[in-house]
Nanobody
Framework: QVHLVESGGGLVQAGDSLRLSCAAS????????LGWFRQAPGKEREPVAW????????YYGYFVKGRFTIARDIAKNTITLQMNSLKPEDTALYYC????????????????WGQGTQVTVSS
């Protein structure tokens, strides 16, 4: 079992920055890749960023375009998502996820999810 706790969401203005954090716990949590997905009202959940267990593989959603950076602290088993140049269309509930691989999580394989943290970007 893996337990994920997100933090760092909030209300910001367009162009501002936010940093999200996700702390993973559980006996097997260090064995998983970790990442961020988001879901806006009326839209499907989409991947934002992913980092492998070792940190040597990262993935970013097409819309990121260099604005976000995912990082992993292996010793603390946490990940962060530094989001810069935020846009109103980035407004969504951001979920932390853990899984064997990005592909597995993306396509409905075994995954663990946090409760989500709200990011709201005003224009």
């Amino acid at each position: 079992q893996v337990h994920l706790v997100e933090s760092g969401g909030g209300l910001v203005q367009a162009g501002d920055s936010l940093r999200l954090s996700c702390a993973a716990s559980g006996s097997t949590s260090s064995s998983y890749g970790l990442g961020w997905f988001r879901q806006a009202p009326g839209k499907e959940r989409e991947p934002v960023a992913w980092i492998s267990r070792s940190g040597d593989f990262t993935y970013y959603g097409y819309f990121v375009k260099g604005r976000f950076t995912i990082a992993r602290d292996i010793a603390k088993n946490t990940i962060t998502l530094q989001m810069n140049s935020l846009k109103p269309e980035d407004t969504a509930l951001y979920y932390c996820a853990a899984g064997a691989s990005f592909g597995a999580v993306q396509h409905g394989g075994e995954a663990y999810w946090g409760q989500g943290t709200q990011v709201t970007v005003s224009s």
